[in-house]
């Protein structure tokens, strides 16, 4: 039974072409997380929501945008890709409370590639 | 410096083998720690906790030292499907809930 859902697993797209990776889950978790992972790297923490509430890191570049139009759903959205940005992106989960040692779910990655 | 630093490997070894993975993470105030297992071109999944009074799981144990910032995950027995990344992560203190990632140290077991 899937959790966290990404779509699609694959995606190519061209340099500057805008591109959206979609995100669900089931576990009706209020927070949701995008990182990007490049190969041999950690993941990559780009941005979180907090129920409705937006947090982007200090570091993410204004090229990456996020959407939550419900608590189901998560969108990473890229406006101009380049080349460099080709990664796996993974969309996690987690609850409200993360002192009772809970964890962060994933999703099993969107892989980008930017021709 | 990077908050939290593990050795890449990899680490090559015979079935049957114990090995051990180190990290280290740079804020002392760091409030909780995880050790994930990642399979190629797959996402990361949750292997342990760790405690301060050590844990373990089967074959796997897992120590935490909060004075010298350190953390260990030993695997006893290794089996051929352990061969992965083991990702060391660490939660920052204070605000929200963010995960630290180490980059990862690769394990690959072979017969």
């Known amino acids: 039974d899937a959790m966290v859902i990404q779509n699609p697993r694959y995606q190519v797209t061209q340099f500057g072409k805008p591109v959206t990776l979609s995100c669900s889950q089931t576990?009706?978790?209020?927070?949701m997380y995008w990182y990007q992972q490049k190969s041999s790297q950690a993941p990559k923490l780009l941005f979180h929501?907090?129920?409705?509430?937006?947090?982007n890191e200090a570091d993410t570049p204004d090229n990456f945008q996020s959407r939550r139009p419900n608590t189901s759903f998560c969108f990473l959205d890229i406006r101009s890709p380049g080349l460099g940005d080709a990664a796996m992106y993974l969309c996690?989960?987690?609850?409200?409370?993360?002192?009772?040692?809970?964890?962060?779910?994933f999703g099993p990655g969107t892989r980008l590639t930017v021709l | 410096r990077k908050e939290v630093e593990q050795d890449p490997g990899p680490f090559n070894v015979p079935e049957g083998a114990t090995v051990a993975f180190n990290c280290t993470y740079s804020?002392?105030?760091?409030?909780?720690f995880f050790w994930y297992r990642q399979d190629c071109r797959k996402e990361p999944k949750l292997l342990m906790s760790?405690?301060?009074s050590g844990n373990e799981d089967g074959r796997f144990t897992a120590q935490l030292n909060r004075a010298s910032q350190y953390i260990s995950l030993l695997i006893r027995d290794s089996k051929l499907s352990d061969s992965a990344t083991y990702l060391c992560?660490?939660?920052?203190?204070?605000?929200?809930?963010?995960?630290?990632f180490g980059a990862g140290t690769r394990l690959a077991v072979h017969p």
């Open positions: 576990l009706n978790h209020n927070v």
């Open positions: 760790v405690y301060s």
């Open positions: 996690a989960t987690s609850t409200e409370d993360f002192r009772v040692r809970d964890t962060q779910y």
């Open positions: 992560v660490v939660i920052a203190s204070g605000g929200y809930n963010k995960l630290i």
């Open positions: 804020n002392s105030a760091s409030q909780s």
């Open positions: 929501y907090y129920d409705k509430d937006f947090n």
